[in-house]
């Protein structure tokens, strides 16, 4: 629920009605604390059954009082601003609960119908009121800040959390946080000369002080103190132990500074799953020694054990497996090695991704692309080596590059090994020229090249001398055994 200033305008932008928690319709905004709305509040009581004359009221950061209407014919409605008793004085507050679920709200907070505590409403609100309790509202930040600096120039050990003006602006609320007992005699007296005004200090704790400004937890919502928690218990570092959590105070305390109220709240269900778990002084006797308990899965029913002597390696072993090392040792019997028990175990390894609609992997510009230099190299060494282009003109350079080295490498010890690699030497040569031969045959066939041999069939027929020459040695110098 919303109040038209909440909603949007023309052209869809929120207006925003920055009341601050206090919006008129009270449903909106952390102000409100478990706001309910009303269904039987159209509903006719049964005949000859007044309606219930005692409301709840709704003041500043959603501290709530109960107040009892003294007047039978004064309409009041949830969502009125009404004038009610103060001390002294009178307050301004609106209505957040009315009709027979006030009976249940007085019964949880165990206020009875006559307590002292119920005082009485006034009158609805007149605009007056309603301005002076806003001029009165304005006025807090400022008297907050000037009562820090009061607060330091006397030296008090105390943090001045809030302030709380009431709805005709002649008495304020401080609200502040301390550790030891304060002696703030002084600091009434200051505080009622700076601001004429009659002062009331009430101190809180940490967390009704999170309750009362606000805020947004580790998990990303606003506090569960100042929206919907309204009983705070204790809270010990036993939750944390149960749950085998860290026992790290940065990740624990929240804003009030204290653990966390969220870890009381799944506390029982570890308990529960707890009960079929041995304890973890529980030392498991085997064939190969002692094994201790190192950590637990809870919910996976999963525990690491490791070895008095040899604790650089931790076990997994599951439930089941555990509790029989356990009875095999009250009956003065040694368990199997803690190897052969994790090797029993097999889990099933989740897919994350699949490829159902074609996609592609999720991980494929997860691999870094390799610098195009290394491409380059390997392109230089595969040529160097023969195995580039295999086109006519790079086989005669290779071929002249092979022919014009020295003879002094010709000229080698008589080796089996040399003469093996002379004789593949030859072969290859020999084919090379025979296909070079038809290659000639035919550019001279041509009637363009039929009487103006080329330079480079030359070059071609004196490479082959040189390879039969060259052949003819190897074989006297490396004959046969």
Known sequence: MSCSSCSTNKNGVPRGCKSNGNCATGTCGSGNKLAVFDWLSNMTLPTGEAPFNIYEVRFKNGRKHFYKKTDKKLPISMGDVVAVEGNPGHDIGVVSLAGELVKVQMKKRKVALDSDDVKKIYRKATQKDIDVWNTARDRELETQRRGREIINKLGLKMKLSDVEFQGDGNKATFYYTADDRVDFRQLIRDLASAFSIRVEMKQVGMRQEAARLGGVGSCGRELCCSTWLTDFRKVNTAAARYQQLSLNPLKLAGQCGKLKCCLNFELDSYLDALESFPKQDVVLKTEKGE????????????????????????????LEQVTEIIELNEGD????????????????????????????????????????????????????????????????????????????????????????????????????????????????????????????????????????????????NNPKK
Do not use: C, H
């Open 333 to 476: 019997e040694l368990g199997s090695p803690l190897e052969d028990y994790e090797a029993e175990i097999t889990e099933e390894t989740a897919v994350d991704f699949e490829n159902v609609v074609g996609q592609d992997s999720l991980t494929r510009f997860d691999t870094p692309k390799k610098p195009r230099r290394n491409r380059n190299k390997r392109r230089r060494n595969s040529n160097q080596k023969g195995g580039g282009n295999n086109t006519p003109a790079n086989k005669q350079k290779t071929e002249g590059q092979k022919n014009t080295t020295p003879k002094k490498k010709e000229s080698q010890p008589k080796n089996t090994k040399t003469g093996n690699q002379n004789k593949r030497r030859k072969t290859n040569n020999k084919q090379n020229n025979k296909q070079q031969n038809k290659q000639n045959d035919k550019s001279n066939t041509s009637p363009s090249n039929n009487n103006k041999p080329t330079n480079k069939n030359n070059q071609q027929r004196r490479n082959k001398r040189r390879n039969n020459n060259s052949g003819n040695k190897n074989a006297k």
């Open 291 to 318: 094994a201790i308990f190192v950590k637990m899965d809870i919910f996976k029913k999963l525990l690491w054990y490791t070895y008095k002597e040899e604790k650089f390696k931790w076990y997994k072993l599951s």
